[in-house]
């Protein structure tokens, strides 16, 4: 059965403009940067894509590297070891002139790759500091039956398998790019990477390394983030802010051992009977928002205005991007609002409760009438950029264990090492004219279309901590997770014609950098 609904590319408005980014439309695009040809750039990012980095995201691919929280085991099974040290070898491998590479491991902490290249700029003090992770979400279900998560497969320009757009390719996409800039001897700053293991898991072990690489980082004045989205594969797209998020096991216990539901129901309250009664205290049921209001913030009226000129240019694709399922009419499911405006504010600046993840309930075919003594949620619930992860994890902690109905033992567990629970998300700060005009030159160059500006209602967590840290540092966050790319989730893929471009243009920033 089909559902009836247009196809979201087809049914696309025009992109109008927006007074908010009136004055980019407005820029003429130069046929190439002072010092760097964009012909020679295109020609070198497209051959190193093809012939370098691609046949590594397959080998990368096929490794189940999954992140520590989905693998206790990670250190013995030595999967991240792995993709860690293949990677570290590829980028020695291309001898890169003033490049050197570590692999640091801490004591029973994933490990990290840190690459630095001297700067060829004069009198330059300042660095460019390159992001991205190595470690992977887990299989999931649901994959087409001729894909799968670590079987790799080319079709169409896409790289699917698990992990290669989140983000496998962002140390050998930031690598060519230094290349290119090498390729042209165009001068440019300190440039120096980090390339971490543990993302997936929340970073619990990146502020130690932050920390321990203090010193060497050095004046951070550009963060390029490879780890976040794109609102279409038509133009560059810059993240301007990031949700937070808090992860955890949520448990309510009712009995030692399950019982015959005749002899015990209307006697024994139902332990998910009392689950609702539990995160209705956090979530209206009917609408989906979160009741507290610690865990809200106030959008910025800059965001808002943002959210209106990106509804512009996605119309109806902001929704209809989505894999929905066929309703009762034969019409597919609908989403919590059909006002793109809205629909970009809430995926990326309004809290959302997710069920990810379910324990004690046995599989269809094996439900007896047992009523169970236990009901368990993995619990995942996305904060607005401005509310602090850990403070809200300890509001969150308490808001669910406290008063339990029935006197059950109900407890939650927020994933995280001890102190460090939740993830803080973040808003960009304002732009330099400088980074602006040549993230939107180099988009109108190599796409066609001016630079576009979008929230994600993802979360990374260096980019706050990265905040603190050097908070005169401006933020380059952008990636390939473009629509349907599906990071996560069955069908994972890896838009090549994207990153191919955007590898582009990350050499043109550096080498714009004043």
Not at 40 to 58: D, G, K, M, Y
Not at 172 to 193: F, M, N, T
Request: with cysteine.
């Amino acid at each position: 059965m089909r559902c009836h609904r247009a196809d979201p590319a087809r049914s696309r408005p025009a992109p109008r403009r927006h007074p908010a980014r009136r004055r980019l439309h407005t820029m003429n695009a130069p046929e190439k940067l002072p010092g760097l040809d964009s012909a020679q750039l295109n020609r070198f990012v497209t051959e190193a894509w093809s012939e370098r980095i691609v046949p590594n995201l397959v080998d990368y691919i096929a490794v189940p590297a999954k992140s520590p929280m989905f693998d206790p085991d990670w250190a013995a099974h030595g999967l991240i070891d792995r993709v860690v040290r293949d990677a570290a070898a590829w980028v020695e491998g291309r001898k890169v002139p003033g490049l050197k590479l570590e692999v640091i491991r801490g004591e029973g902490r994933t490990p990290v790759i840190f690459f630095e290249v001297e700067s060829t700029k004069p009198g330059s003090t300042q660095t460019v500091l390159m992001y991205g992770h190595l470690d992977k979400q887990p299989e999931f279900n649901g994959w087409r039956s001729d894909l799968g998560p670590w079987t790799p497969k080319l079709e169409d320009g896409k790289l699917y398998g698990r992990g290669g757009a989140d983000d496998g390719y962002a140390v050998y996409a930031a690598v060519s790019a230094i290349e290119a800039l090498k390729a042209q001897h165009a001068p440019h700053p300190r440039i120096v990477g980090l390339i971490e293991s543990c993302e997936e898991s929340g970073s619990f072990d990146l502020p130690l390394y932050l920390e321990q690489l203090k010193d060497r980082l050095g004046d951070v004045s550009l963060v390029v983030c490879l780890d976040s989205g794109a609102g279409n594969y038509d133009q560059l797209w810059l993240t301007t802010s990031l949700r937070g998020n808090i992860t955890g096991a949520l448990k309510v216990e009712i009995l030692t051992e399950g019982i015959h539901s005749g002899d015990a129901s209307g006697l024994v309250p139902s332990s998910f009977r009392i689950m609702r009664q539990v995160l209705d205290r956090l979530e209206d049921s009917a609408t989906g928002r979160l009741l507290p209001p610690v865990f809200h913030c106030e959008v910025p009226a800059s965001r808002v205005a943002q959210a209106q000129a990106t509804a512009d240019i996605l119309g109806d694709e902001v929704w209809k991007r989505y894999p929905w399922a066929c309703g009762a009419d034969g019409g597919a499911t609908l989403p919590t609002t059909t006002d793109p405006v809205q629909a970009l504010l809430n995926r990326t600046w309004r809290p959302t409760l997710s069920v990810t993840g379910v324990e004690g309930m046995p599989s269809l075919e094996n439900a007896g009438n047992v009523l169970r003594p236990y009901t368990a949620f993995k619990l995942s619930l996305r904060l607005p950029p401005l509310v602090q992860g850990h403070e809200a994890a300890v509001q969150l902690k308490a808001l669910l264990e406290d008063n339990a109905p029935y006197n059950a033992k109900v407890t939650f567990v927020p994933d995280g090492r001890v102190g460090q629970w939740g993830a803080t998300g973040w808003d960009a700060p304002e732009l330099s004219p400088w980074l602006e005009t040549a993230m939107d030159q180099s988009s109108r160059r190599h796409f066609g279309a001016p630079l576009g500006y979008i929230g994600q209602g993802g979360t990374i967590p260096l980019m706050s901590l990265l905040q603190q840290g050097f908070p005169k540092a401006q933020m380059m966050v952008c990636g390939v997770l473009g629509p349907k790319s599906n990071a996560h989730g069955p069908n994972e893929f890896l838009h090549i014609g994207y990153g191919t471009r955007l590898t582009a243009a990350v050499a043109e920033v550096i080498a714009a950098h004043p």
